[in-house]
């Protein structure tokens, strides 16, 4: 029997996150038939991990414009467009009622990880009919069982949460570090603190390594918990010789509500509630009823005994199971070759990084796409709304739509302010919390989260900002000083 016309074979989504599900809904506005592969138990089982967290991008930059339509066939009630959702909100309010959809719920699949992805019948090497031969999909259920897929293309998808940056020098692990890991004296990139994760930091020695907002976010957790729990110990790393990059511009600030959040950190640290030590390198962990890490300093090796360890350090993309597709990646952030220059995190923040689509991810083997939180590689710039522009500019390609894939249909608002931004302050003076803080890549999510209080009704319309350089500047890292 002859093999099927690539062209009817479905499109893979890896990734039944935010991106993932708009992938899905704009590749059946174009007449596609998506399927959807989720490694998790259900739907956006990323998002529900840090469901804790409060966005920083309010509603209405949240919701794919093709996913409203299929909700909206359905009599979905739309949340409060100025509202900044938490995580778990994100869920409960829009991922799941548009995965659960007539026409997305048969086809996802869950507990089904991607374990490897090439072109039926020859891998990265042979060239012939290649771009005419459909992809090999091939997945794991939950019980191991194998499985493999044929498609006409792939839109990859699966973010970077489960790949979180090492501890350890140079991007590589600290000796002892997977050991620690595995017996969870390393904690989540983003535990919930002063909640469902309270019992892990009670009471005990936390290390939070990393300079980024996350830390910050978490830092300040650790120190509400701390005014309840008096025996909890916080201590604070960073490689660079001063954490100005976290505190931000402080009564400088254009925005007096981060402004104040970094005061809030200073404080901390200059109270002695929170124990700052810089210039602090891991090269190893050592585990037993706790864990001590080992560190090269300016002052010599030191070693801290603390029960846990919070790595707030950022993430990269696993490219473990894209070994036999042709990719073209840039030899820094490791995202699509012709974004990577757009993003680099040395040279640009969220602000200076244009709208994009198809032609700038794609790769030598064509129809295949990274998209997403995974599309930006390391850089920690990535924008939710950003990522639903890639997908409705890929699924028009695949359809033979040029002239839409081209368009740029997303204008993001000027902002000023999506490379920075902490948390919220207290509406101590009749005001109330305003939300302001931008996660500084450490998430790895498919969407813009960071470390907000619940949001009260009297507050402003939130811009939407990023998982930006905590800096404020257009050009990135390369406009900080790293030493004194």
């Known amino acids: 029997m002859p093999a099927a016309d690539p062209s009817t074979l479905p499109v893979a989504v890896i990734g039944a996150g935010p991106v993932g599900l708009a992938a899905a809904a704009h590749l059946l506005a174009r007449g596609l038939e998506p399927i959807v592969f989720e490694a998790g138990p ?27 339509a299929l909700l909206e066939s359905t009599g979905w009630t739309e949340p409060d467009l100025d509202r900044l959702p938490t995580g778990a909100e994100l869920v409960a309010d829009y991922l799941a009622p548009l995965a659960a959809t007539p026409e997305l719920s048969g086809r996802i699949r869950t507990s089904t990880r991607v374990v490897a992805v090439s072109r039926e019948g020859m891998d990265r090497t042979r060239s012939h009919e290649r771009e005419t031969t459909p992809f090999l999909v091939r997945v794991a259920d939950a019980q191991g069982a194998v499985t493999d897929h044929r498609v006409r293309a792939v839109i990859d998808a699966s973010g970077t949460w489960h790949t979180p940056n090492p501890l350890g020098q140079a991007g590589l692990p600290a000796t002892g570090e997977a050991a620690a890991r595995a017996a969870g004296l390393v904690t989540s990139p983003l535990p919930d603190v002063t909640g469902r994760d309270r019992a892990e930091f009670a009471g005990r020695r936390v290390l939070v390594v990393g300079a980024g907002h996350s830390a910050a976010n978490t830092l300040l957790a650790l120190a509400e918990l701390r005014a309840e729990e008096a025996d909890t110990r916080i201590s604070w790393a960073i490689r ?34 929170v124990e700052l030590h810089t210039e602090f390198t891991i090269t190893g962990l050592e585990s037993g009823d706790g864990v001590t890490v080992h560190a090269d300093t300016p002052a010599g090796p030191v070693a801290l005994e603390v029960d846990r360890v919070v790595p707030t350090t950022g993430f990269r993309p696993d ?24 993003i680099d995190p040395e040279f640009h923040s969220c602000g200076t990084v244009p709208p994009h689509g198809a032609r700038l991810l794609a790769h030598p083997d064509p129809d295949f796409y990274i998209v997403g939180m995974k599309s930006y590689g390391r850089a920690p710039t990535f924008l939710m709304a950003t990522g639903y522009e890639q997908v409705r500019s890929i699924a028009a ?12 249909e997303l204008v993001l608002p000027e902002t000023g302010v999506c490379s920075a931004g902490l948390g919220s302050v207290d509406g ?5 919390d305003t939300p302001d803080c931008a996660d500084s890549g450490d998430s790895g999510t498919d969407a813009d989260a960071a470390c907000c209080p619940p949001v009260s009704a009297c507050c402003p319309p939130a811009a939407p900002v990023s998982l930006g350089i905590p800096t404020g500047t257009a050009h990135g890292r390369s406009g900080q000083r790293s030493h004194a």
């Open 42 to 68: 259900e739907p956006a089982s990323a998002v529900n991990a840090w469901g804790h967290i409060r966005l920083f991008s309010p509603w209405r930059y949240d919701i794919d414009p093709a996913a409203r």
């Open 240 to 273: 660079s010789a001063l954490p100005d990059a976290v505190y931000g511009g402080e009564d400088q600030d254009g925005l007096p509500a981060r402004g104040a959040l970094g005061a809030r950190l200073r404080a901390l640290v200059e109270s002695g509630a």
């Open 319 to 342: 490219l473990g199971m894209l070994r036999e597709v042709r990719l073209a990646l840039d030899p820094v952030v490791e995202a699509p070759r012709e974004l990577g220059p757009l």
């Open 397 to 408: 390609a695949l359809a033979g739509d040029r002239e839409a894939a081209e368009r740029v």
């Open 428 to 432: 101590d003076e009749g005001g109330c």
